[in-house]
């Protein structure tokens, strides 16, 4: 199975991540994580990102993700729903060159890489993940950035739940399950567990049984549904430049009416 731990900076994934692996010994971490490559090629990141970056990034996650498959049990440090969170802050902020023509680039790419997951494992910031803010170098420690990021996961989290067959962000067939972690380190494990055994399988079906289960979505059982469904699909497939700009135009409106929880 195919995990991702997503969220804003300072939330603790680092230490999920190594708590994660220490008890579900079946599963292996990617090595070549989008930090060794921001470090290997001193790329500008976080508040100071550009599209370079970006790019560069959102496609290194996206090859690293192609290398496994659902027989494989590995988990990964962010995926590119998070780098597209990043540059949704930058366009918003107008902070770099990032800008609508960039973002409507980078959403395909995102949507088509979410079928290389099962599970996205997301840490909001709530009165239950109570993280000191530690500087480790590389990581964010601004508060207030910190806080905005975590506003457009939300977004996005809210988007998944409820318009999972007519978003941006997932694919319409086989999308991962999103799922909200919380706690101190032991709950957070704890919780994860509800969701996998110990062998490391997932509990209780497929991740798009889950997926389903969580976005209230069901099998369709009248053809002339099922085929009206298939039109509609083909139809939204073929969503113009201008449509998808519209969906960020409803993004940062959004936000501006009250998205930053």
């Known amino acids: 199975m195919r995990i991702a731990i997503a969220g804003t900076a300072n939330m603790g994934k680092s230490t999920l991540l190594k708590d994660f692996l220490t008890y579900f010994s079946s599963y292996e971490a990617d090595t070549e994580t989008y930090r060794k490559k921001i470090k290997d090629e001193d790329l500008p990141h976080s508040k100071e990102t550009n599209k370079d970056t970006q790019w560069e990034i959102l496609n290194h ?37 990032i800008d609508d023509d960039f973002i409507s680039k980078c959403l395909p790419l995102v949507q088509e890489s979410m079928k290389h997951l099962d599970i996205i494992f997301f840490l909001p910031i709530s009165k239950f993940n109570k993280v000191p803010i530690e ?45 909200e972690i919380f706690g101190n380190p032991q709950e957070r494990l704890e919780m994860i567990k509800l969701y996998i055994d110990d062998e490391g399988d997932l509990i209780g079906g497929t991740a798009e049984d889950m997926a389903n289960l969580l976005t209230g979505g069901g099998g369709i059982d009248d053809a002339s549904v099922a085929m009206e469904q298939l039109i509609k699909a083909q139809e939204d497939s073929d969503k113009t430049e201008k449509e998808v700009k519209e969906q960020l135009k409803n993004i940062k409106e959004f936000m ?6």
């Not at 739940?161 to 991962?176: H, I, K, L, T, V």
């Open 61 to 97: 996650m996206i090859d690293r993700m192609q290398l496994y498959g659902k027989d494989d049990n590995v988990i990964f440090d962010r995926c590119p729903l998070d780098n597209l969170v990043y540059s949704l802050w930058s366009l918003e902020k107008n902070a770099s060159d």
């Open 135 to 179: 500087n480790d170098g590389m990581r964010e420690t601004d508060e207030t950035y910190i806080k905005e990021i975590d506003a457009f996961f939300k977004v996005i989290q809210r988007h998944y739940d409820e318009n999972p067959q007519s978003n941006p962000f997932f694919p319409r067939e086989d999308m991962p399950a999103m799922i």
């Open 256 to 261: 501006d009416k009250g998205g930053k929880l």
